[in-house]
């Protein structure tokens, strides 16, 4: 008797495991066909192989792309490699991307970057705080940006936010959008909730409209089983008027894999739309 009562117990354990990864993997998987958008002016941008998962611009047109991260059970195409930080000037004719130097003292050998932010003081200095992974564990870095060398100086570990007015916050796996406006007592309300068919990662702002770009993935399975015959696919969406009762969503740029894999972030600049990805690529647009 016992050992049945044991083996229906591993039976019903065992049934709410499939149901729970069942479960999991529709929410991993948002659609399985990519429909193709492509913009007309657009080309990858060189020394990215690797990843360049989150992206931040500034008013100026610097922008700071984190690139290389490596995370368990994510494919990575440099696993050797440590992460970095480069930066692009938009406002060049043809922007390139340079790494920048980070200041002694620092352990590049584990840099892991994943988030990005960066913030200007009253004094215009540049700073980034960035989400970093090394040997998997989650520490924030503060660097401050030395334009005239191009470098960055490492500050110190900390832990920290940065808060605006409106707050969103993408939740991946229910593939929604939340949207929250900050109080002056540092509360939050909970305006809204948008629901998306794909699967939502990095947010990015456009300052001079408030749209939001989002970089999405369509199958979160693809990320993590990967396979070269059938990679991940890219997405970007577009979202206007976020604020008002229907919000305009649109997709600006949708690709199977073939040119960029995996898209984690888009982030736009006086005309000009930079995409990043997890593990593969990054793309330039002219919009």
Same mark, same amino acid.
């Not at 998962?53 to 047109?61: F, T, V």
């Not at 456009?206 to 749209?211: A, I, K, L, V």
């Given at each position: 008797?016992?050992?049945?009562?044991?083996?229906?117990?591993?039976?019903?354990?065992?049934?709410?495991?499939?149901?729970?990864?069942?479960?999991?993997?529709? !929410?991993?998987?948002?659609?399985?066909?990519?429909?193709?958008? #492509?913009?007309? $002016?657009?080309?990858?941008?060189?020394?990215?192989?690797?990843?360049?998962?989150?992206?931040?611009? %500034?008013? $100026?047109?610097?922008?700071?792309?984190?690139?290389?991260?490596?995370?368990?059970?994510?494919?990575?195409?440099?696993?050797?490699?440590?992460?970095?930080?480069?930066?692009? @000037?938009?406002?060049?004719?043809?922007?390139?991307?340079?790494?920048? !130097?980070?200041?002694?003292?620092?352990?590049?050998?584990?840099?892991?970057?994943?988030?990005?932010?960066?913030?200007? #003081?009253?004094? @215009?200095?540049?700073?980034?705080?960035?989400?970093? &992974?090394?040997?998997?564990?989650?520490?924030?870095?503060?660097?401050?940006?030395?334009?005239?060398?191009?470098?960055?100086?490492?500050?110190?570990?900390?832990?920290?936010?940065?808060?605006?007015?409106?707050?969103?916050?993408? @939740?991946?796996?229910?593939?929604?959008?939340?949207?929250?406006?900050?109080?002056?007592?540092?509360?939050?309300?909970?305006?809204?909730?948008?629901?998306? @068919?794909? %699967?939502? $990662?990095?947010?990015?702002? #456009?300052?001079?409209?408030?749209?939001?770009?989002?970089?999405? &993935?369509? #199958?979160?399975?693809?990320?993590?089983?990967?396979?070269?015959?059938?990679?991940?696919?890219?997405?970007?969406? !577009?979202?206007? $008027?976020?604020?008002?009762?229907?919000?305009?969503?649109?997709?600006?740029?949708?690709?199977?894999?073939?040119?960029?894999?995996?898209?984690?972030?888009?982030?736009?600049?006086?005309?000009?739309?930079?995409?990043?990805? %997890?593990?593969?690529?990054? %793309?330039?647009?002219?919009?």
């Amino acid at each position: 008797m016992g050992r049945l009562v044991a083996l229906s117990l591993l039976g019903i354990a065992l049934a709410l495991l499939g149901e729970r990864f069942l479960a999991l993997r529709n !929410r991993l998987k948002a659609s399985s066909q990519v429909q193709s958008v #492509d913009l007309p $002016n657009c080309h990858l941008i060189k020394g990215i192989e690797a990843g360049s998962e989150d992206i931040d611009i %500034l008013p $100026n047109g610097l922008a700071f792309l984190s690139v290389g991260l490596k995370c368990q059970g994510l494919h990575s195409f440099a696993p050797d490699k440590p992460g970095g930080i480069l930066m692009m @000037d938009l406002e060049e004719e043809k922007p390139r991307a340079l790494e920048l !130097r980070i200041s002694r003292g620092f352990d590049l050998a584990s840099f892991n970057p994943h988030g990005i932010s960066t913030f200007i #003081d009253n004094d @215009d200095i540049v700073y980034l705080f960035v989400v970093n &992974h090394p040997e998997f564990k989650n520490t924030v870095e503060s660097f401050k940006f030395i334009e005239e060398e191009n470098s960055l100086l490492h500050l110190k570990t900390i832990k920290h936010e940065l808060l605006s007015r409106y707050i969103y916050v993408a @939740d991946t796996l229910a593939h929604e959008i939340h949207v929250f406006e900050k109080h002056p007592n540092m509360n939050l309300t909970q305006l809204k909730v948008l629901n998306l @068919d794909t %699967l939502v $990662n990095n947010l990015s702002i #456009d300052p001079s409209s408030g749209d939001i770009w989002a970089g999405c &993935h369509t #199958d979160g399975q693809k990320l993590f089983v990967y396979d070269p015959n059938n990679p991940p696919s890219s997405e970007v969406l !577009r979202i206007q $008027n976020v604020l008002s009762e229907k919000p305009t969503v649109t997709t600006v740029y949708a690709n199977n894999g073939s040119v960029l894999q995996g898209s984690s972030v888009a982030s736009v600049y006086d005309g000009k739309l930079l995409i990043g990805t %997890l593990y593969h690529r990054a %793309l330039y647009c002219e919009l």
